[in-house]
């Protein structure tokens, strides 16, 4: 794993069509090293654009924290 910090939220496209969100968070171990942990959200969009919408609102993400996929 590379030491480029990982944005904290990722919006992907499912199998059926929807966009989920996933939460990662990074801690880093004694020697530096980063440790990421995802936790992907039980709720669906339709649209990319909802579900980054939702991550704005209810986590207060800047446009530069959230990833597409």
């Avoid at 959200?41 to 649209?47: E, I």
């Amino acid at each position: 794993m590379s030491r480029v910090p990982v944005r904290p939220f990722l919006v992907t496209k499912d199998e059926d069509g929807a966009f989920r969100v996933t939460v990662r968070t990074t801690r880093y171990n004694s020697q530096g090293y980063p440790l990421v942990s995802a936790e992907q959200l039980a709720d669906s969009f339709k649209t990319q654009t909802a579900a980054k919408a939702f991550v704005k609102q209810e986590y207060r993400a800047e446009p530069g924290d959230i990833a597409t996929k």
